[in-house]
């Protein structure tokens, strides 16, 4: 009897069958983690919102105690009627504080979307350069209609609330922009909030016009930060759970 081929009697190899259905629990853990690689090439949303909520609470707070500190003192001199238009307008330091703060934040913007999307390549690399860039342009431009307000003899009381119009319009407009480039929904509806607080507050005008802005606005850039954060906690905890099981 002829000698058999070792390979011919030991049947077919058995090798490893990639095309097994995977766990569950473990085809969600890997998609949370491709989640979480993904956002290292994304803006961070605590980031933007945190420096922009700063930005706000810490600018509009400081409007706002300059206004009274200047209403309290037109009326001690003149009487409860105040001064006229000039009652209640803050102090120059207190718009350059709020100036600095406001470039401050559009400059970390600015920054951080370029570093994110450094590492990027193709369309995606161009659409945060372009997005970065609005940035810069769109408050460029808002500073020049200011001026041209001013020109044209605008009282201080209407160039406080236009120049806290257009930036709110500027900023949430970008946001929305933002969460439509990046279907990032906490985006777009922190866009829409800024709209709304910045309707409502030139409504309210003077003098509870910073007051709004720093609590709604700024308040709730802070509190989109916080969600960001603890949802971030979330998705590194279930991609660790699925790990260790």
Not at 31 to 58: C, F, N, S, T
């Amino acid at each position: 009897m002829p000698d058999q081929n070792p390979d011919q009697t030991a049947g077919p190899v058995q090798e490893p069958d990639d095309d097994l259905p995977l766990d569950p629990a473990e085809s969600l853990r890997l998609i949370a983690a491709q989640q979480e690689k993904a956002k290292d090439v994304e803006p961070d949303g605590r980031v933007l919102y945190g420096v922009w909520g700063l930005a706000w609470l810490l600018g509009y707070t400081t409007l706002s105690v300059s206004s009274l500190r200047t209403a309290d003192a037109a009326g001690a001199v003149t009487g409860p009627t105040g001064a006229g238009g000039a009652v209640g307008q803050p102090e120059p330091w207190a718009f350059l504080a709020f100036s600095f703060l406001i470039v401050s934040a559009v400059a970390i913007t600015i920054v951080h979307i370029m570093t994110r999307v450094s590492g990027v390549r193709g369309a995606s690399a161009r659409s945060g350069a372009l997005y970065g860039w609005a940035w810069f342009i769109s408050f460029a431009a808002m500073s020049m209609v200011l001026g041209g307000l001013a020109r044209a003899g605008a009282n201080p009381e209407v160039m406080a609330l236009a120049s806290n119009s257009l930036s709110c319009l500027v900023v949430g407009i970008m946001y929305l922009a933002g969460g439509a480039m990046w279907q990032e929904t906490r985006l777009y509806v922190l866009g829409v909030w800024i709209l709304l607080v910045a309707g409502a507050a030139t409504i309210v005008g003077q003098p509870g016009l910073y007051l709004v802005m720093a609590a709604a606005g700024g308040g709730g850039f802070l509190l989109m930060a916080l969600v960001e954060q603890v949802l971030r906690l979330r998705t590194r905890r279930r991609i660790a759970g699925g790990a260790r099981a």
